[in-house]
């Protein structure tokens, strides 16, 4: 059976949770310390309160907390070459922009978050195995900025990826 | 000579007339002297429960015996009217039941002690627990009374018990069950004071094949004989202990409180497994008669599944961990059931989810 080309942007999704969800620093500065005392479906439903499949709507959040918003392009469609574009927006309240540091990291909460995403999306070899539709390619980071939020929206492609 | 000794009806004109009453009156009087003296004892006579007790003085007679058989039964001599076939007796620090019909020369009467070796322990029809001292012999080399012999006889494990004939004895289904086996004063040693339920130890089961209960009914009393065949064990025979009280018996007791079964539940914080995360871990936790969460033997995981080969399973302990990679068979479903020996198996219906 033919597979469907619009099921490839449901499991695109899947690999790019999966993959934030495993990586130890994202849980960790999305939900703070308590993440690693956290039991497993504790855990993964609070991920999933804060990293959704979708793109953000501003003045829909107001807690007080830092958010992924993502969701997934395919820009051309051919019978043998599909090209996919993925936009995440990377979202930190104001009030708790500043005060997260960790080593080896520089600038603030979304500049941080930037890098691990980076960290986990391009060069994390076994996430990009997983991903099995070849190498994402960060085109760009534009800053975000609403009256509550502030952040970083990221924009990955993965031309001819099939 | 003993016959002019015995000559209850002489003549008037040789003796004064009375002979007959006095003999009697003596003779009476005479059981009353020995009962007292030392060859005479005190032994209990009791009722088919147990319920009500006497004690009574007794001369025991064929207390030292020549052959195994005759030492497993006794001869009590009591004054007139004072016992019935079908009561116990006490003596000795163990039950003997009165078998055969207690009749009396005038002067006392004799009663047949028939040793008891096994106290019998089941429930009735109306889920109440008895218990009765019984008189168990091996019957093996006679017929069950289910099969005929005519062409030849293959031996089997039969039991002959006779016990009182009360109400409940004689009430006693064809197929009801036992437990009759000296193994379970040895299990019950090892067991500590949180054991309510062990249906794990092997015991010997017997089924009632053969119910007499007119064979020894005297009228006014008498006592029950049936034939038990063994047969298999089932997973709910055991040691159950019951208002305090531990009992070996082959049903479930019912108890006023619940739940009154052996029941095992699957923890887990998820009904879902993620494809390409961490495991789920199942947890069998299992439940004794009280509701008590207990542990139990020949813990089994079954998964019913059309992708199983999908599925990475491990076992630790008394959890089972369920991940997979495989992308195919997200919203799929697959179920998983707990069993043990002795409880009731559970099941769960699992599914695979993709993590969004």
């Known amino acids: ?162 | 000579m003993a016959q002019s000794w015995y000559l209850m009806k002489s003549p008037h004109d040789q003796v004064s007339g009375f002979e007959d009453e006095a003999l009697s009156e003596f003779g009476q009087e005479g059981i009353a002297e020995i009962l007292e003296s030392g060859l005479a004892m005190d032994v209990e006579l009791c009722n088919y429960n147990l319920s009500i007790r006497k004690q009574i003085r007794a001369v025991i007679e064929n207390t030292v015996q020549d052959t195994k058989l005759k030492t497993l039964t006794r001869h009590m001599i009591v004054p007139i009217g004072t016992c019935k076939a079908g009561m116990y007796v006490y003596y000795k620090n163990r039950y003997w039941l009165i078998v055969g019909i207690v009749d009396d020369n005038m002067v006392y009467e004799k009663a047949i002690l028939s040793i008891c070796n096994y106290r019998m322990e089941w429930i009735n029809e109306s889920g109440q627990i008895i218990t009765r001292w019984a008189n168990v012999v091996s019957a093996s080399q006679y017929n069950n009374g289910e099969t005929a012999n005519n062409n030849y006889t293959v031996r089997s494990d039969q039991l002959l018990v006779a016990m009182p004939d009360d109400d409940e004895s004689i009430l006693l289904n064809s197929n009801s069950r036992f437990i009759i086996d000296r193994r379970c004063k040895i299990y019950e040693r090892s067991f500590d004071e949180a054991v309510t339920v062990d249906t794990s130890k092997p015991v010997i089961v017997y089924r009632v094949t053969r119910s007499d209960s007119v064979l020894y009914d005297y009228g006014d009393s008498g006592h029950s004989e049936f034939m038990l065949y063994q047969t298999e064990k089932h997973y709910n025979d055991g040691y159950y202990v019951v208002d305090g009280q531990g009992y070996w018996l082959c049903d479930i007791p019912i108890q006023e409180h619940e739940p009154t079964a052996l029941t095992c539940e699957i923890h887990s914080d998820s009904d879902e497994i993620y494809a390409d995360l961490e495991p789920v871990e199942f947890i069998g936790v299992f439940f004794d008669a009280d509701g008590n969460e207990t542990a139990a033997e020949n813990i089994q995981w079954q998964i019913d599944s059309e992708f199983l080969e999908s599925l990475d399973v491990d076992y630790v302990d008394n959890s089972i961990l369920v991940s997979t990679t495989d992308d195919s068979i997200i919203n799929k479903s697959f179920t998983i059931t707990l069993s043990a020996n002795g409880y009731e198996p559970v099941s769960k219906q699992v599914f695979i989810r993709e993590f969004l």
Request: charge should be negative.
């Open chain 1, 1 to 162: 059976m033919r597979e469907k080309t619009t099921a490839e942007r449901g499991k695109f999704k899947k690999e790019i949770q999966t993959a934030l969800y495993k990586n130890d620093d994202i849980l960790e500065l999305i939900l703070g310390e308590e993440a690693k005392s956290m039991k497993p479906k504790e855990l993964r439903d609070a991920f999933k309160e804060h990293v959704k499949s979708h793109l953000f709507i501003d003045d829909t959040l107001t807690e007080t907390a830092t958010y992924i918003f993502y969701d997934v392009e395919f820009t051309e469609l051919h019978t043998n070459i599909k090209s996919c574009r993925v936009y995440m927006y990377l979202i930190c309240h104001r009030d708790i922009l500043e005060d997260y540091h960790k080593e080896g990291y520089y600038g603030d909460r979304v500049d941080i978050l930037t890098q691990m995403v980076e960290d986990t999306l391009i060069d994390d070899p076994d996430v990009v195995r997983t991903f099995g539709i070849g190498p994402l390619n960060l085109d760009s980071v534009k800053p975000y900025n609403s009256r509550r939020f502030y952040g970083a929206i990221l924009i990955f492609s993965v031309p001819n990826f099939r």
